[in-house]
């Protein structure tokens, strides 16, 4: 195998496969990438058995070949190399990969292609075609809310489903930690499918928010019953499906919330922000009362020292004092974008939502703490 391309494109690809690969793996293969080189194409796939990416790019292909390399090392080396240079690598009997770059050469060991798992990419589910971006704004309105809790498995990563909801298509994404909830749907012009939900693992959902930063127009998508398989320009993202029942989080939701707070978003995170400094990992309840008019919170610590910040705000419902975990709240406030928020309150122990007007299909719960 033989083949020159430019630092820039190899690096940029490399970035895309490197950090999927699981550099403690128990099989020293998983700690490769697979590197194919055939008609002026280079095809590079890398894998931890859960996750794999395979993405072809254009290169000028001497002789053709292929063998795996270390991801991490060959990474770490191109990195390091001048922006303007080209990089010619070699390999003649697969055991070995000679790269030249500059006055710089490495001669660097490799594992046999036979040794690679095989990344199946054939797509027999069902597809959905999606505008990058759209579905980016998803995936980073939704993901704070997954769970990292392992013995509820379920819980971490994203559900995604596609329905019909009276006239439109929509595809949705919901994360919960069984303490908030994140729901987010987006209006889509796919024929009338129904995708039964399915749970993408978090791992993947964070690949895929870096992957789509880059990316414009639309990307298609996937979705049989064990795999979801992303078509993102050259590259394909493969991942398992999380096996495991998500709630219904349409029942989580609350209808009944009769009172309404419109409140400034930056006034209110600033001063969650204050008065929870106070807070610790022990006790990071914050205490909201609602009177008329105006958001008193409050907050406690073990020291019993105190803090309390008032803030003008619309409400007009009854007097309702209540508690909720502080970074939540400005967890949630962080991913909004209006000047102003709707949070609505049912009493003192059930959950909450909150809204903004420019993205009405995005709502957060919040359950409520012990004051």
Known sequence: ??????????????????????????????????IEASENKLTLSS????????????????????????AQIIYDIIRKLSDSNEIEMISNDGK?????????????????????????TKNSGSEINIDAQSFRKLIDKTKFAISNEETRYF??????????????????????????????????????????????????ILELSKLLVEVSGEIKINVDANKIVFFIDNLILISKLIDGNFPDYKKVIPQTNSNQLIIDRIKLLSAV?????I?????PVIKFKLIENLLNMNAINNENSTATENIKA???????????????IMDMLNNLEDEEVNLTFKDNSSPITVTEKSNPNLVYVLMPMRV
Do not use: W
């Not at 922000?273 to 400094?277: A, E, F, K, L, P």
């Open 96 to 120: 070995l990969m000679n790269l030249r770059s500059g006055e710089s050469r490495f001669s660097l060991a490799c594992l046999p292609k036979e040794d690679f798992p095989l990344i199946d």
């Open 314 to 328: 619309i409400y007009s419902g009854d007097q309702i004092e209540i508690g909720f975990n502080s970074k939540y």
């Open 273 to 277: 922000d204050r008065v929870s400094t």
């Open 279 to 283: 807070a610790n990992e022990k006790s």
């Open 47 to 70: 894998t931890d058995m859960d996750i794999s990416i395979k993405e072809t790019v254009n290169c000028k292909v001497l002789e053709d070949g292929s063998t795996t390399i270390n």
């Open 1 to 34: 195998m033989k083949f020159t391309i430019t630092k820039n494109l190899f690096f940029k690809t490399l970035s895309h496969l490197q950090s999927i690969v699981d550099k403690k793996n128990s099989l020293p293969i998983l700690s490769n990438i697979l």
């Open 155 to 204: 819980l971490n990563g994203l559900y995604l489903n596609l329905s019909k909801e009276v006239e439109d298509n929509l595809l949705t994404l919901v994360g919960t930690d069984g303490h908030r909830l994140a729901k987010f749907s987006s209006l889509n012009n796919n024929e009338s499918i129904d995708i039964p939900g399915v749970i993408i693992p978090k791992k993947t």
